[in-house]
């Protein structure tokens, strides 16, 4: 470009050129978007703030810790919305230095954690499911083996349950302390402490993927049974009853 407008400038110049400018004046944001982005994955982490109604970066703590945030929303009183994840530090940060402010979880991670309960909660009671109809070629024994069988071999679940487990033993076993573990993998340090505690990986999908007992277990049968009852067979739904028919037939026949 430089060539362009004929007065040639090396790159350096250019740049010492561009850092020179003073910054542009930024409004004080009414909506605020905090996350955290890596320096340096794994090991150093900083804050963005973002003005969510402009779209624009506004300022760029290097670190995630609550006090930082806290000062820096503090100086701020007119910030009536804080959009944020859903990490301790940054919830502890909003509500110490905007007390006047809504704290709305993103969208990405309210979608990112429903999935993960809607998947724990159907797996917790995969039993109440009504088993798949066998194909008339597919091994009866098979299909009962599979459907009766409680491991959970292979699914998505247990399976990033055992690999966060393999992974925070494998730092912990590298020299790392709890709170460095937790950080680097993003997780509260309460998590790190139940993985940590657990030997095998199984122990932690325990109560999960088997049944529990309550005090409703004496009632099963018959819930069971009403619930068949209830239940409209195919081709009934939306159907009205006839049964009241007759009656009024009878009714009429009587009265006259």
């Known amino acids: 470009m430089t060539d362009v407008l004929g007065s040639p400038v090396s790159r350096n110049t250019l740049l010492r050129l561009i850092a020179a400018l003073p910054d542009p004046r930024v409004t004080e944001p009414r909506v605020v978007g905090v996350d955290e982005f890596a320096q340096r994955k794994g090991r150093i982490y900083g804050t963005v703030l973002v003005d969510v109604e402009t779209r624009r970066p506004i300022d760029l703590p290097l670190d995630r810790e609550a006090d930082t945030l806290a000062a820096w929303l503090a100086e701020r009183p007119g910030i009536e919305n804080a959009c944020r994840d859903r990490a301790p530090v940054f919830a502890e940060g909003a509500t110490r230095g905007a007390p006047q402010a809504i704290q709305i979880a993103d969208r990405w991670h309210l979608w990112h954690n429903l999935g993960e309960a809607a998947e724990k909660y159907v797996c917790r009671h995969r039993d109440c499911l009504r088993p798949a109809p066998r194909l008339p070629d597919e091994p009866s024994e098979e299909a009962e083996l599979a459907a009766s069988s409680p491991s959970p071999t292979g699914h998505q679940f247990a399976e990033r349950t055992r690999a966060k487990h393999a992974t925070i033993h494998a730092l912990l076993k590298a020299g790392h302390s709890k709170r460095s573990v937790a950080r680097q993998l993003g997780m509260t340090l309460n998590t790190i402490l139940r993985f940590s505690q ?37 081709g009934s739904c939306g159907r009205r009853s006839d049964s009241r028919a007759p009656r009024t037939a009878m009714a009429t026949s009587a009265s006259t």
């Not at 030997?199 to 619930?227: C, H, I, M, V």
């Open 198 to 234: 657990a030997t095998a990986p199984e122990e932690l999908l325990t109560g999960q993927w088997q049944s529990r007992a309550t005090g409703l277990d004496a009632y099963k049968p018959n819930l069971d049974q009403r619930w068949r009852r209830a239940v409209p067979t195919p």
